[in-house]
């Protein structure tokens, strides 16, 4: 099992639409989580830290579920430039493990 | 605030032969971080400096691979002899000490093996 798996996707959606993210996670003692955000022939950059209690930044939310051992990336109303890859990022120790990422296009 | 700087950008190569790519980090940021990117993956940690002392290189493929951090800024990664799977994207990334802070990134070098 992979440490940190995502769908690959692509997901494919419209306008305005709301799409979900999830990533699991195989270090039941992993400290914390982050979605970074890649574009094409980019570097990452942080998109937002995941929070036990859940986090929300305007159109984006964040969740950690510790039991089952997944975060999700919600992204409400959903603009031509949320197109990209979100890559799901575990933390163990200083020891971050990024997921393949899950590529996101949106259509007009 | 500059960012993270590396160089060169592009870099094709024979297999068998060496090749060497530089990082600046951000200045003040104490830990460094070098990633290895297949296209269609993740960032695959190779190595992480703590100012100029390894902290983690258990996925550093160390019969080619050799990085080094002196002085605690700059840093250098080279492979020698490279191999075909070593076609990659290398990112160079850099944060303050006391994480998991914010990783910055820089441009990456892209590098093909022939």
């Known amino acids: 099992r992979k440490e940190v798996e995502q769908d690959p996707g692509p997901f494919n959606v419209p306008e305005g639409a709301t799409v979900a993210f999830n990533c699991t996670y195989s270090n039941s003692a992993s400290q914390s989580f982050f979605w970074y955000r890649q574009d094409c022939r980019k570097e990452p950059k942080l998109l937002m830290s995941v929070y036990s209690s859940g986090n929300e930044d305007g159109r984006f939310t964040a969740q950690l579920n510790r039991a089952s051992q997944y975060i999700s990336l919600l992204i409400r109303d959903s603009k031509l430039s949320d197109s990209a890859t979100y890559l799901c990022?575990?933390?163990?120790?200083?020891?971050?493990?990024f997921g393949a990422g899950t590529r996101l296009t949106v259509k007009p | 605030e500059a960012g993270v700087a590396q160089s060169p950008r592009y870099k094709i190569i024979e297999k068998r032969q060496s090749v060497a790519f530089w990082c600046n980090p951000i200045?003040?940021?104490?830990?460094l971080y070098w990633y290895q990117q297949i296209l269609g993956q993740g960032p695959k940690l190779l190595i992480q400096?703590?100012?100029?002392?390894?902290?983690?290189d258990s996925q550093l493929p160390k019969d080619r691979f050799s990085a080094e951090r002196l002085k605690g800024v700059d840093s250098t990664l080279k492979i020698q002899p490279a191999k075909l799977e070593d076609s990659a994207v290398y990112l160079c990334a850099s944060s303050r000490s006391g994480g998991p802070y914010e990783q910055y990134f820089g441009p990456g070098t892209r590098l093909t093996v022939t």
């Open positions: 400096f703590q100012n100029n002392g390894v902290v983690d």
């Open positions: 200045s003040g940021h104490a830990t």
């Open positions: 990022v575990v933390n163990n120790n200083n020891d971050m493990r």
